[in-house]
């Protein structure tokens, strides 16, 4: 069983930066695919950015290319999602989630497909 703890949400003026941090407990995931999502009032859960196990592939929803970066740290247990050039819609919940594929074959999953999912963190950006 992995426990995912995102941290690092908050309030920020449009233009702005956070760096959103998901920490892993209970087991090292560094043969799983991690993604962020998120989640607007009123709206469906949406896809943001995912990661390969090795780090070395990235993917990212149309909506934040070139503004948000993922990263991850195996050794920490942790995975980043650093956000640049915030926009008042991105203002969201924000959640990380694990697939325990343990390969990288079809990344980036489906987000039926991941296994464990934190609570989530908000996110709130005034314009």
């Known amino acids: 069983q992995v426990q995912l703890v995102e941290s690092g949400g908050g309030l920020v003026q449009a233009g702005g930066s956070l760096r959103l941090s998901c920490a892993g407990f209970?087991?090292?995931?560094?043969?799983?695919?991690m993604g962020w999502f998120r989640q607007a009032p009123g709206q469906e859960r949406e896809f943001v950015a995912a990661?390969?196990?090795?780090?070395?592939?990235?993917y990212y929803a149309d909506s934040v290319k070139g503004r948000i970066s993922i990263s991850r740290d195996n050794a920490k247990n942790t995975v980043y999602l650093q956000m640049n050039s915030l926009k008042p819609e991105d203002t969201a919940v924000y959640y990380c989630?694990?697939?325990?594929?343990?390969?990288?074959?079809?990344?980036?999953?489906?987000?039926?497909?991941?296994?464990?999912w934190g609570q989530g963190t908000q996110v709130t950006v005034s314009s």
């Open positions: 209970g087991r090292a995931f560094i043969s799983y695919i």
């Open positions: 989630a694990a697939d325990r594929r343990g390969s990288d074959s079809g990344f980036p999953p489906r987000m039926g497909e991941y296994d464990y």
């Open positions: 990661i390969s196990w090795s780090g070395g592939r990235a």
